[in-house]
């Protein structure tokens, strides 16, 4: 229906949120719309504290099939649609691939196109027996984004890289696993080894966690230097916090820590 929701946010106690691409007649392809409400909905999860790990997932049994072609006629007609579309699509990307918190890509079904593009934008792909994963550009006549190209090539090196794009190819869940695209597959279903991983990352300390994905961000692009001040910053921050010394009393007193990232 033209009034449901297309994409979905939900969040437990744990603090684990799932964001849901809800266009299931379409395999969960994403409009100009979707594109944009994600770019606003991971953003506005960067300063939250009790978001601890963040899932996209797709509803009824795929991940998304990509951008939704059927309204490039329409949106992206003239240069003028055509920058708007892509600065949409590029700030998604980006909003997810820089949350501060862990990301998990939950994958049944197909992650393909610009649905991979998203998945490779998160730390951790999960799929299952159905995942189907790929990048058709060179069946569409189209250069892939130089933004996308890097989150493919730093995610399966850059044989792996030439093969997925210079193929096109549909790559099933085993060859998916083998190259890298996934990082876990789950036997009951992406979306519940996925909500397994959230709640072991949740159960971690999350300035941890921050501070460790800025360095790792910062050394695979080659911006250590570039920002090591907020390296050093967050390195402080943790050293500082109420949950650096609740780990070292949970320690000593051998109990399960409670970390509340302050």
């Not at 998203?118 to 058709?136: N, S, Y």
């Not at 921050?210 to 050093?232: Q, S, V």
Request: hydrophobic fraction near 40%; charge should be neutral; aromatic fraction near 6%.
């Amino acid at each position: 229906m033209a009034d449901e929701p297309d994409v979905l946010v939900e969040q437990d106690e744990a603090g684990i949120a799932v964001v849901t691409l809800h266009n299931p007649r379409k395999r969960n392809a994403v409009t100009y719309e979707m594109w944009r409400k994600l770019g606003g909905i991971f953003a506005g999860f960067r300063d939250r504290a009790d978001v601890r790990t963040v899932i996209l997932t797709g509803a009824e049994g795929n991940f998304s099939a990509g951008a939704d072609i059927s309204e490039f006629p329409r949106l992206r007609s003239t240069p003028e649609g055509i920058k708007a579309y892509g600065e949409a699509g590029h700030a998604a990307t980006i909003a997810i691939r820089d949350l501060p918190q862990p990301t998990i890509a939950a994958i049944p079904g197909f992650g393909v196109g610009g649905g991979c593009g998203i998945a490779l934008a998160c730390d951790f792909r999960v799929g299952d027996e159905t995942t189907r994963m790929g990048i058709p550009a060179a069946k569409r006549g189209i250069v892939y984004s130089v933004l996308d190209s890097q989150n493919l090539l730093r995610t399966v090196g850059l044989p792996n890289a030439k093969l997925v794009l210079y193929s096109g190819r549909l790559f099933p869940m085993q060859a998916c696993r083998t190259m890298g695209l996934l990082d876990e597959v789950g036997e009951d279903g992406a979306l519940a080894a996925a909500k397994r991983l959230a709640h072991e990352l949740a159960a971690c300390a999350p300035l941890s966690q921050r501070g460790a994905k800025l360095t790792l961000e910062a050394l695979a692009r080659e911006e250590a230097e570039a920002r090591g001040a907020d390296i050093l910053a967050a390195q402080r921050r943790a050293a500082e916090s109420e949950d650096y010394r609740e780990a070292t009393a949970s320690f000593i007193e051998k109990r399960r820590p409670v970390f509340r990232g302050r």
